[in-house]
């Protein structure tokens, strides 16, 4: 997707994908916020395993947060990571980013253990470290191969973080948001695009 008119005037996609990612950060402190002055009540709309309840927490797990340091360690990972899916693409990285959000929580949802509740947008992280990483290889482009390595080098060593062992943090959302961000990058190849847009999709490169 390129650029767009907002009253008379073109806005390039790297706009768009800045001002997005601004907005939902300030959304993700925003429900903190609000959170906090109930007393952490919204915490309980998160993926709960296997129940019925715990289904809306596939939607609604990643805008909520265990306290400021949570939402403080976050936010930083969310605009870069969150930037360059969007901004080298912003269908794409729209797309990338719902099938990372949706698989990732119907991951933790089947798989995690019971009597649990995972919240957070880490899951979306891990996934956003994953499709970056692997998109160029995948798509066989330098400067997207050139890309991961550089997220790779910033970020790579969170993905340790799939593994179980530290209390109190779901690796479950880590690992499925980050096989959600494979699955991403294999679904939305360039080629795969093109040939939507062929077709008559609204999908560009």
Do not use: C
């Not at 952490?40 to 019925?52: A, E, F, I, K, N």
């Amino acid at each position: 997707m390129g650029a767009v008119e907002i009253r008379g005037r073109e806005v390039p996609a790297w706009q768009q994908a800045a001002l997005g990612v601004v907005a939902f950060t300030a959304l993700l402190w925003l429900i903190e916020v609000v959170d906090v002055a109930m007393s952490h009540r919204l915490d309980r709309y998160g993926v709960q395993p296997r129940s019925d309840e715990g289904l809306l927490g596939i939607v609604l797990a990643p805008f909520l947060h265990g306290g400021w340091d949570h939402v403080s360690a976050n936010t930083g990972p969310v605009l870069v990571l969150g930037f360059l899916t969007l901004a080298t693409g912003l269908l794409r990285g729209l797309a990338a980013t719902a099938v990372v959000w949706t698989v990732g929580g119907v991951g933790v949802w089947l798989v995690a253990g019971s009597n649990t509740n995972h919240i957070g947008a880490s899951g979306l992280i891990f996934g956003w470290i994953v499709y970056l990483a692997i998109r160029g290889v995948v798509n066989r482009k330098l400067w997207e191969i050139v890309l991961g390595v550089v997220v790779l080098f910033l970020y790579g060593g969170a993905l340790w973080g799939v593994l179980p062992g530290q209390p109190g943090v779901s690796w479950e959302g880590h690992l499925f948001g980050a096989i959600a961000g494979g699955l991403a990058a294999l679904l939305l190849t360039n080629d795969r695009l093109a040939g939507m847009s062929g077709a008559g999709a609204r999908f560009r490169r």
